[in-house]
């Protein structure tokens, strides 16, 4: 791959248009704004991330999460940007511009995840696969490929097919990005035929598949040298999933410290792993200074970020050939070396074994797969049933945006996963109360 075509203003729906920008913001800088303004971004702050939403103490929700990986990758994108200007110096106007890509991309990448966390994305996907859902496999005009699509359902792909897809009454392209904007946000470059046994990682659904195609292949992304059944990906790809590595991991630590899942030597004991002897020895005098344990929390957590930047930066940058030659396999955390990538590593352990699995957690979890699950049925019922009185009803609360009437039977279970997917955990389980006769609404 090169750096001259895989950097490009060029508009996806708006392709006609390929012009420079006529205001004083950069292409790349109006997809952040459009991003910033628009209503999914903004439902994202009554979306799980890890933790139920707050109560009396404040932790992350998948907005606050995507703005704080939005820093992350743009601090790795300039240092990689400055690294690579210095080595290409003929592309430094295009390198000084993926900050802002990165910084977009990051902003992006959870759009596509239904309420209640991953719970949310499970309840789909196995309501398919072993709930009540199997009952359409026989009586819908599905493919194989398809109905695999619906099966291992992905907040990923879910998150492509947002951006891109024209909703009913929408404007061609959807968000219109920039096609590195766009690009760098497709972490599994391919379909979900193609992924891996046990892990249900994948980038696009089978109606996307042309518009990633479309992209590629004027970027010039070239297919991954080991299976040419997958794409290679995008390179700002590895510096958005880094950020968000960096903050679920120590962002979920400083959380699970708040609520008291953790204990305070325990959250000490994992930051300081990260640590040389030296910056250990600095951290001690700021503690003889600082005696809340919060700051503390969050001193040594600001620290271990700073060294992650710098980190996965180098290793960027020091296998940009093997990068742009889709021979670069894993992720750049996967390649950190020494105490940094070991401590990182026994941070993952820790939080699995410790936080992901504890019953404030769990319980999320298991209502959301509840209202995610019974959601799915009823309105799956309604739209292919649509001439019962029920179904009626219930349609009608449906947004026109949403082709729940589609001649096409896979598109039409789409429609029901993009209303779903969209929603908010509060208006999940409000629509949820509301259906089943638990809630009224007020008159």
Request: charged share 25%.
């Amino acid at each position: 791959m090169e750096w001259a075509r895989l950097i490009t203003t060029k508009r996806f729906g708006l392709e006609e248009l390929y012009l420079r920008s006529h205001d004083s913001r950069t292409e790349f800088q109006r997809d952040y704004d459009r991003l910033i303004f628009s209503p999914p971004f903004r439902r994202l702050q009554n979306k799980t991330q890890v933790f139920p939403l707050p109560g009396s103490v404040f932790v992350h929700n998948r907005l606050t999460h995507s703005l704080e990986v939005s820093c992350i990758g743009r601090s790795i994108a300039n240092v990689v940007g400055s690294g690579l200007a210095q080595r290409h110096p003929e592309m430094a106007d295009k390198f000084s511009e993926i900050g802002t890509i990165v910084a977009t991309a990051c902003l992006a990448h959870d759009l596509g995840n239904p309420p209640f966390g991953h719970s949310g994305e499970n309840a789909i996907g196995t309501f398919f696969s072993e709930g009540k859902g199997q009952e359409y496999r026989k009586k819908l005009k599905v493919s194989d490929d398809m109905w695999r699509d619906l099966e291992m359902f992905e907040g990923n792909a879910n998150t492509f097919r947002l951006l891109t897809h024209t909703f009913v009454g929408r404007r061609e392209g959807g968000f219109v990005f920039t096609y590195p904007t766009l690009a760098s946000i497709v972490k599994y470059p391919f379909q979900s035929i193609y992924a891996e046994p046990g892990k249900q990682k994948f980038g696009f659904f089978v109606s996307d598949m042309s518009n990633y195609e479309r992209i590629a292949n004027d970027l010039g992304i070239i297919r991954n040298p080991h299976n040419p059944d997958k794409y290679a990906r995008y390179p700002l790809v590895f510096i958005v999933e880094a950020a968000d590595d960096i903050c679920y991991e120590l962002m979920d630590i400083e959380d699970a410290f708040k609520l008291k899942i953790t204990t305070y030597e325990d959250t000490v004991a994992l930051l300081m792993g990260y640590m040389d002897e030296r910056r250990r020895k600095r951290a001690e005098m700021i503690f003889e200074k600082v005696v809340d344990k919060n700051e503390r929390i969050a001193y040594l957590r600001s620290t271990v970020m700073g060294m992650m930047v710098d980190g996965v930066s180098k290793v960027f940058l020091d296998n940009e050939e093997k990068i742009l030659n889709g021979e670069f396999e894993g992720s750049l955390i996967d390649a950190l070396p020494g105490e940094l990538g070991d401590a990182y590593r026994k941070c993952v352990r820790f939080s699995f074994d410790n936080i992901y699995k504890s019953h404030m957690v769990v319980d999320i979890e298991l209502a959301g797969y509840k209202i995610i699950s019974e959601l799915i049925d009823l309105i799956m019922n309604a739209v292919f049933e649509p001439d019962k009185a029920y179904s009626k009803q219930l349609l009608s609360r449906i947004p026109g945006q949403y082709d729940v009437r589609a001649e096409d039977d896979y598109l039409r279970v789409q429609s029901v996963l993009d209303y779903i997917s969209g929603m908010t955990d509060i208006y999940a389980l409000d629509l949820y109360s509301k259906i089943n006769g638990m809630s009224l609404p007020r008159i």
